[in-house]
Structures are given as structure tokens and as C-alpha cells.
Nanobody, 129 residues
Framework: QVKLVESGGGSVQTGGSRKLSCVGS????????WAWFRQVPGQEREGVAF???????SYADSVKGRFTISQDNAKNTLSLQMNSLKPEDTAMYYC???????????????????????WGQGTQVTVSS
């Protein structure tokens, strides 16, 4: 059974930093697209950062230069380093993954949440002003 577990959420002040981690179990994706999505109540899920198994990376314009995504395939771990946080970064953050060829081909900031089959339970990040 595939399982993704996020950690690292919490409260932080504007301008602060936070690092999210996600550990995958129940599978070993040798070729996959991993990503972080976020959602604010009442709004659609937004793709924040994407990383493909070939190492290619894509970010939403809203986080470019502030967030860094990385993966450790040996440990089945995905991370998101978030710096210079803003109140508008407040959201539930989800770790997602999918090994399908179509998702890997399109792995990037334009890929909608509906394309990803595996989701974590989410971790809340709250940025106060």
C-alpha cells in the first residue's frame, strides 16, 4: 500500500523559513514525478514545486526564488525548503507522487492536482504577519 507522510508544518512569522519533508513507503518509484501542492480552504489546490526522476525542477511563479524542492531517492524522501515566507503562503501542503508516463512527461508547474494518484495527508503551514 502506497503511503506518503508529510512533516515539518507549523507556525512561522513573515520572512521566516520552514522545511517540509515527505517520506514515501509501500513502493519504490524508480521513475516518477514528485510534487508539493498547497490548498487554502475554499480555493483550488495549487502546484508549488515539481521534481522529476531525471532531476528536472519546476516552480510556481509565486514561490520562485524562495522555495527549493529536493529528493533523496535512496530514502524515498521529498523535501521543500521554504524561505522568505509570506502570509499568502499559509495553506495545507500536500506531498504527491505519480509514476505514470503521462505525468512524468508533463511534470511541471502547469500539471493539475487531479493527475496525481498518490497523496499524503497534508501538513499545515501558517505564516503570521
Amino acid at each position: 500500500q502506497v503511503k506518503l507522510v508529510e512533516s515539518g508544518g507549523g507556525s512561522v512569522q513573515t520572512g521566516g523559513s520552514r522545511k517540509l519533508s515527505c517520506v514515501g513507503s509501500g513502493y519504490r518509484y524508480t521513475d516518477h514525478c514528485w510534487a508539493w501542492f498547497r490548498q487554502v480552504p475554499g480555493q483550488e489546490r495549487e502546484g508549488v514545486a515539481f521534481i522529476n526522476s531525471d532531476g528536472s525542477i519546476s516552480y510556481a511563479d509565486s514561490v520562485k526564488g524562495r522555495f527549493t524542492i529536493s529528493q533523496d531517492n535512496a530514502k524515498n524522501t521529498l523535501s521543500l525548503q521554504m524561505n522568505s515566507l509570506k502570509p499568502e503562503d499559509t495553506a495545507m501542503y500536500y506531498c504527491v507522487a505519480d509514476p505514470s508516463a503521462l505525468v512524468r512527461l508533463r511534470c511541471g508547474a502547469d500539471l493539475a492536482a487531479v493527475n496525481f494518484g498518490d497523496w499524503g495527508q497534508g501538513t499545515q503551514v501558517t505564516v503570521s504577519s
